[in-house]
């Protein structure tokens, strides 16, 4: 783990209340797909500092990159405030949540903006041509709330070992969704990932969403809980 001081570049919105930071990658770093950093900003009363997943992958150089469920927090407001060249500090990397194809098959459980590290992994996957079956089962409000959503069909579009399952929760069906509808639960794991007792499950997300799914996977469908690891967004 280091310390380095870097500077902002841009910001990209992804869906409504979700925004992507990027910060140039200053070079002597490596992360791994599905780390993440704490990032330290200026604030009134005193430095500000959060914990965020790269939702940029290793293979996509010369920045570092999160993405944020925006609030009215003053961190929030901060981030809002940083203009291009201006300086941030941040300690990188940081996590073991990571995933490098060495499994034969994996699958991946993800609500709302847990999605980041998962977003990394998959374009990692991808982007080095991986031979590992991965399924990636996610959980959206609706259906403008699936963050990276052209990414990753785009990515499927050039991963055959690449499958997506998106759920929706908060909305009646939308008109032409052929998608699944309601929370993830043990009988949407058994039919959209029917080998899943051959896979590693990777779960991301609040940490509410993380206990149920831990429970899903190793209370209902038997998985040993060295098969499931997960990362909390402690702060939701
Ligand atoms: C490993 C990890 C990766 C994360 N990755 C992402 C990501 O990719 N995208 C994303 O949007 N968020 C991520 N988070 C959550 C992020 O760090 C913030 O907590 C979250 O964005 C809420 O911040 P806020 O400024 O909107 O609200 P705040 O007002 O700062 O926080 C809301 C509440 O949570 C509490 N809180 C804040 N941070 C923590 C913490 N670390 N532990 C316990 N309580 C806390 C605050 O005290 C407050 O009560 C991650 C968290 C962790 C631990």
């Not at 009134?44 to 469920?69: I, M, Q, V």
């Not at 300690?91 to 903006?113: D, Q, T, V």
């Not at 031979?131 to 259906?143: A, E, F, G, N, V």
């Not at 609040?206 to 799914?213: L, N, R, S, T």
Request: proline share 6%; hydrophobic share 35%; aromatic share 12%.
């Amino acid at each position: 783990m280091k310390e380095i001081k870097t500077v902002f570049q841009r910001s990209l919105p992804r869906t409504e209340g979700v925004i992507s930071f990027r910060f140039d990658d200053p070079g002597g770093i490596a992360f791994r797909p599905g780390q993440f950093f704490e990032l330290f900003l200026p604030g009134d009363g005193g430095e500000l500092a959060h914990y965020f997943s790269f939702s940029n992958s290793p293979t996509e150089k010369g920045y570092f990159e999160f993405t944020k469920r925006m609030s009215s927090s003053a961190y929030s407001r901060a981030l809002l405030e940083l203009r291009p060249g201006d300086g941030v500090r941040m300690k990188l990397p940081l996590g073991r949540f990571i995933f490098e194809g060495r499994e034969p098959k994996a699958a991946f459980l993800s609500g709302g903006i847990g999605i980041t590290p998962i977003r990394s992994i998959c374009r990692y996957l991808t982007d080095t041509g991986s031979d590992s079956k991965i399924s990636l089962l996610y959980s959206s409000r609706t259906d403008r709330d699936i963050v990276f959503r052209e990414d990753f069909e785009e990515m499927a579009g050039r991963n055959p070992n690449l499958s997506l399952f998106y759920t929706l929760t908060d909305c009646s069906r939308p008109e032409g969704w052929e998608g699944l509808m309601g929370q993830i639960d043990a009988a949407m794991v058994r039919k959209t990932i029917p080998d899943y007792s051959e896979r590693i499950f990777f779960v991301c997300g609040p940490p509410g969403m993380v206990k149920a799914m831990v429970a899903i996977l190793e209370e209902e469908l038997g998985l040993p809980s060295e098969k499931v690891k997960r990362e909390n967004f402690a702060g939701y």
